[in-house]
């Protein structure tokens, strides 16, 4: 990474763990994927763009700016000044992006911690941000909006976007779970099967076919990020899915949606299996035991999630499932326990 | 903490600063604020500086002394030497570090503390094996125990991160790899058997395994990731666990000696290599651990590896590499300096595999790593190399780099800079090595590629000259696990000759 000679290096007093997080964002190859995404950038696009009568004049705070492209939109939606901020030394990057394109009066660029930085405006009228992580949460940046919201935004001001939804549902995985967790049996001749143990722990973040899908979704939890608080971020919340079919269940898989309902006309993306790719994919967590539903049959239990004690940007997360059947000889529970890292 | 470790290493030569630089832990002298890598550098510093002789003081201890002494000893001088007094006016006997409060780190996560199997008196009477210290420290000191778990940032983030499957699969099913070492082992099981092998950063055991199989008398493995409780238990679920003693944390910490035992091994065997050979600095490790372990006609395993080069000229794979495409217009915005972006960026080293047909010369040797003998400081180093460029090349964008891996046991020539890698096929030769670049298999080392400059890459050459040149590694100084890579080159244009610079870093 390299740092200009003068400046004081603001990851240099971090913890490492920490300096690593905001580091791999200096990577162009991360910004790349992000702006790739279409259903991502082309929603926020969209919801700023379409609503010129909302950002007319204000001023907006962009938390975790990345290279800027949303403060961007949001100048050409007639925002009065744009304060972006953002960690990473992508903001050098960002500088000369803003700069190339005429905005340098209209933008601040700010890098730091949101809780270290010293804004120009007192208050903010509306905080845009694309705070989410896989599974919503992990690595997210969720929290520092919530403070930016406590100390910046003015009473009535807006958030974009303003809700998240978190969705779960049961999925048929036979072959891949196989490929994924039976590697282990067989290693060069050796059993390592210790490490199937390790590989069932760890949360899969990849693309499901809508075909594997064998429940109805369910929804676990609403963010409505003008009221929560970062304690909401920590959750044990019942779910109940519902068989579509006669299948095997593998796994339950998560996503998550995002609405910007201020606009005008509300506008949502959804990062399901059922919709376009996005690059958050969906997360896979795998079941000890394969469960064997009978249409209209139901998955009871329980999604628990905490950041993690040792790192804070890891994901602990507890999935409890309970089969309810009258078969007495395919009634299944258990427990699976996942770290996110 | 790089910063300040190598600033104090600096100020008093140029010597001292390539020897300390390069390991991963230094520890603060006993008076001063030096910092050092190495128990007897600071031991004679002692001496010369501070006319205090450490390995004197142990002695007067006594004959009972044990490493419960020696650590409450070091506190017990640190403390003293924090209040002020002289190193020459500090009484050091058992009657002053009686108290056990000494066992508690005078200095937060104090390395010297684990460097302890350079300190003890050469008696085996007084080994106590690390359980017993665990114990007895539990005993006394009770919760602050924890205290003395050596564990800093950097490294903790490092070895943090081979904690998942995910990785450790990467490399199990990098068959180059490990077919390259499986082969070697089996086609060379006379060379194990009975013997006794070190494995540095083991990982999930599967060399120790394959050691095992050839019939070692005894495998030491040992890694200082999480990973080392894992390999433990695939080392009993394949009944080797009276074979294999998987110990977990770093070779020179004196549990894992006092573990492997004053008797030296037959055997060092590690897969160490890292992107662009030397980046994540695990050899550093292996050095280490040959130096305090292994017997003087002992074997490791590989044996050498050497440094390879070779220029690439391919204009649209490099724009496609660097994402010129896409950052000039991103959603109606000009994103220009993003470019170049992608993997391949003006600062660091992009990891590829390179297509063979944007190559634009001979791939060259330009160093060589015999493992029996190098030392820390040839790590950094600067290297000649010279390469005949394609008949059809008129300028240069990158250069790759990549290593080949030997496998020489006693008997065969010792130079592998002599053999013809390019006649091995993808896959390498069986038993003899492989190599990890862009005429073989992918391997999950690809190929480091430094990208030039935009005014480097314009310049015009004459296709079919010898462009010729120097390679310089060197540690990133913010980074111990990090490499500077330099490439300065030259050769004929059709107006003169034409040179060039690159530095790239891989961190």
Redesign the interface.
Known sequence: ??QGSGSKDPLSSM???EA?YFNSYN???I??EM??DEVR??SY?DAIYQNGHLFKDKVVLDVGCG?S?LS??AVRAGAKHVIGVDMSTIIE?AR??VK??GMSDKITLLQGKMEEVKLPFDKVDIIISEWMGYFLLYESMLDTVLYARDKYLVKDGLIFPDKATIYAAGIEDGEYKEEKIG??DN??G??????KA??MT?PLVDTVDIKAVVTDPSTILTLDLYTCTVADLSFRLPYSLKARRNDFIHAIIAWFDIEFSACHKPIRFSTGPHTKYTHWKQTVFYLQDVLTVEEGEQIKGELETRPSEKNHRDLDIKISYKLISDDMHRQTSGEGVYKM? | MSDSDSDAASSIGDIIEEASEPDTTSFECLFCEQQWSRVPDMLTHCRSEHSFDLESAIKSLGPDTDELDIIKLINYLRAESQKGVDAKNIKADSETIADDRYLQPTVPDDALLFELGDLMPDSESKAVDFDEYETALHQRVGQDVEKMSLENDRDTSYFDSYKGSGIHREMIEDSVRTQGYRDFIEKNAGLFAGKVVLDVGCGTGILSLFCARAGAKKVFAVDNSDIALRAKEIVAKNGYQDTIEVIQGRVEDFHTQRLIGKDKVDIIISEWMGYGLLFEGMFDSVIRARDLCLKEDGLMVPSHCTLRLAPISNKDWIAESKGEAFWNNVYGFDFSPMVPGGALTDREIGVFDVPQKSLGGEACTFYQLDLKHIQLQELDFSAPFSTKLHTDMSSIDAFAIWFDTFFLPPGQPQDATAIDVASWGMNGLPGLGFSTGPYSAPTHWHQAVLLLDEDDRRKEISGGSVLRGTVTYKKTRRDVRGVDVTVGWEVDGEKGPVSGSVMRTMS
């Open positions: 990474m390299a913890a490492h763990s690593h990577h162009h190859g910004h790349e702006l790739k950038t082309k696009r290279t492209i961007m939109f990057k000369e992006i190339k394109n590697f282990w290693v060069w050796f059993d390592y099967t210790p490490l390790t590989a760890e890292c």
